[in-house]
């Protein structure tokens, strides 16, 4: 059983075109849920951390928010140096963390 | 920069070798994970330490064994390679507590 599902898996917008990413989970007891940012062939770079429903955190264009059941990444007047893909993850069995499969995005000028 | 390095950033090697990927996590951190990412793949889980400790398999083969040292730093070996063993290899740290991980650089491993 899958632990954690984003959407879509790719997502191209125009530049200034405003859009949300979906992270979904169903591990019980969460422990916190991560965002990260990848560029290709790079590590993965942390973004936020949310620990409970209604939270909400900010950095630049990106603010992610937290419900029981997901986390939205919303994307705000987005510009090109924002492609990447996004990953969320979350902690499971201790200290293991599960990561969904991403996604990618893309921002034309 | 994360503060978690990886070495080398790119290995080449032939079918059949041998190889060690070395991490050296964050400082403080006492968990290390390592994982592998192929081409187009999500990052799959390989395995944990803590404090030196096996904390947690993953989808991690025989053919791959790790271990951390008193020092915290950590390695990965990868035995008998495969073409398909061709990926990125990522090391990640952590605090206690489930607290967020920061990864290194990777390492770009490509068997041929």
């Known amino acids: 059983e899958d632990q954690v599902t984003q959407s879509p898996e790719a997502l191209r917008l125009q530049e200034g075109e405003s859009s949300s990413l979906n992270c979904s989970y169903t591990v019980s007891g969460l422990r916190g849920l991560f965002w990260y940012r990848q560029d290709p062939g790079k590590g993965p770079e942390f973004l936020f951390t949310l620990y409970s429903a209604g939270e909400e955190k900010e950095k630049e264009r990106l603010k992610a928010t937290l419900t029981k059941k997901e986390s939205f990444l919303h994307i705000t007047a987005p510009k090109p140096e924002d492609s990447a893909t996004y990953l969320c993850a979350v902690p499971y069995t201790g200290n293991q963390f599960y990561f969904g499969t991403g996604t990618s995005l893309t921002v034309i000028p | 920069d994360s503060g978690v390095t990886q070495t080398p950033k790119h290995l080449i090697t032939a079918t059949g070798q041998r190889v060690t990927l070395r991490c050296s996590p964050r400082s403080g951190d006492l968990s290390v994970y390592w994982y592998q990412q192929s081409l187009d793949q999500g990052l799959q889980f390989l395995i944990q330490?803590?404090?030196?400790?096996?904390?947690a398999k993953g989808n991690i083969l025989e053919r791959f064994s790790a271990q951390q040292f008193p020092d915290l730093h950590s390695e990965l070996n990868l035995s008998s390679l495969e073409l398909g063993d061709s990926a990125l290899y990522f090391c990640?740290?952590?605090?206690?507590?489930?607290?967020?991980?920061?990864f290194g650089q990777g390492t770009r491993l490509t068997v041929v």
């Open positions: 990640a740290s952590s605090g206690q507590g489930g607290t967020e991980a920061f």
């Open positions: 330490y803590y404090n030196g400790e096996e904390r």
